[in-house]
C-alpha cells in the first residue's frame, strides 16, 4: 500500500526548484483516502494520517523568513542599536521602541480570537468601511528596561505629528515619572511609516518635541525589511491584536 500511496502523492505533489527535498501536496486526507479506495484499499484518514507523516509529509505553515533587501550595513547597524541600548541603559536614561498598529475599524466587525460566553456573538458578514463607525490608530510605546506598554488611539490619519503628540503624552504620563534624571531618550523604530528615516517633517515634528520636553532625543532606526526585530512587536503587538 506504501508504494501506492506515493504513487496518489507523486500526481498531486509540487516542491521548490532550489531544494529537491521539499515537496508538499495539496491533497486533504478525506481525498487520499478516495484515491485508496479506487485502488482497493479502505482505509481512514487516521491511516492516511500515519502515511503522511511515515514519509515526512507534516502539516506545516508557511514561514516568513526569507529576507528581502539586504543591505551590506545590516549587520553594523544592529551591533550599533545594541551597543546603543546598553549605554543608555548602563546610565539610567530610558530606551523605548515605537511603532503604529494598522488602522482598525470601529463597529461590529469580526476580531481573531475567542472569549467565553452565555450565548453566541454576531459580527458583520463583511468588513466594510462603510459600516464602520469610525476608526482608530494604534500607537504604541515599549519601555525595554521596566517591560510596561502605553498606547495611545488617534482617529484621524497616521502622521509625524500624531508620532511625536503620542510621544509627548507617553513622556508627561509615564516617562518623566519613572526617569526623572533622565538626559536622554533613545527610541527604536522602523523606518518606514509616520517615523520614516527619509521624511524631514518626522525630525523636524521631534525637535519640536525634543525642545518642548527639554529632552535629547535619539532615534535608531533598524534597517530596511527588518521591522520584526523591533521589541515591540513581539513585546506589545502581538497581544495587541485581541484589544482591539
Known amino acids: 500500500m506504501d508504494q501506492d500511496f506515493l504513487d496518489i502523492l ?7 526548484p532550489m531544494n529537491s527535498s521539499i515537496r508538499w501536496t495539496y491533497l486533504k486526507p478525506r481525498e487520499i483516502v478516495s484515491e485508496l479506495l479506487k485502488k482497493g484499499y479502505s482505509v481512514s484518514r487516521n ?21 528581502m533587501g539586504g543591505h551590506p550595513d545590516r549587520n553594523a547597524q544592529f551591533e550599533n542599536i545594541t551597543q546603543l541600548k ?17 488602522k482598525e475599524l470601529l463597529g461590529t466587525f469580526y ?37 510596561t506598554r502605553y498606547i495611545t488611539l488617534g ?20 516617562g518623566i515619572i ?12 522602523d523606518g518606514g511609516g509616520s517615523n520614516s528615516s527619509r521624511h524631514y517633517i518626522f525630525k523636524e515634528d521631534l525637535q519640536k ?4 520636553l527639554g529632552l535629547e532625543i535619539r532615534i535608531a532606526h533598524y534597517p530596511p525589511y527588518t521591522s520584526k526585530y523591533n521589541p515591540i512587536e513581539h513585546r506589545f503587538f502581538s497581544s495587541c491584536d485581541s484589544c482591539l
Open 10 to 16: 507523486q500526481q498531486h505533489t509540487a516542491g521548490n
Open 47 to 67: 491511516i492516511v494520517r500515519y502515511l503522511l507523516k511515515k514519509h515526512e509529509y507534516v502539516k506545516r505553515k508557511a514561514q516568513k523568513n526569507i529576507t
Open 86 to 102: 546598553q549605554d543608555y541603559l548602563d546610565a539610567g536614561n530610558p530606551v523605548i521602541s515605537m511603532d503604529t498598529k494598522k
Open 111 to 147: 476580531r481573531n480570537g475567542s472569549l467565553y460566553t452565555q450565548a453566541a456573538i454576531q459580527t458583520n458578514d463583511h468588513d466594510f468601511p462603510s459600516s464602520a463607525t469610525g476608526s482608530v490608530i494604534p500607537h504604541g510605546f515599549y519601555d525595554l528596561k521596566r517591560n
Open 155 to 174: 482617529t484621524s490619519h497616521d502622521t509625524s505629528e500624531f508620532a511625536c503628540d503620542s510621544l509627548f503624552q507617553w513622556w508627561v504620563s509615564e
Open 178 to 189: 519613572h526617569y526623572p534624571k533622565a538626559k536622554s531618550l533613545l527610541i527604536l523604530c
Open 209 to 212: 518635541t525634543a525642545n518642548a
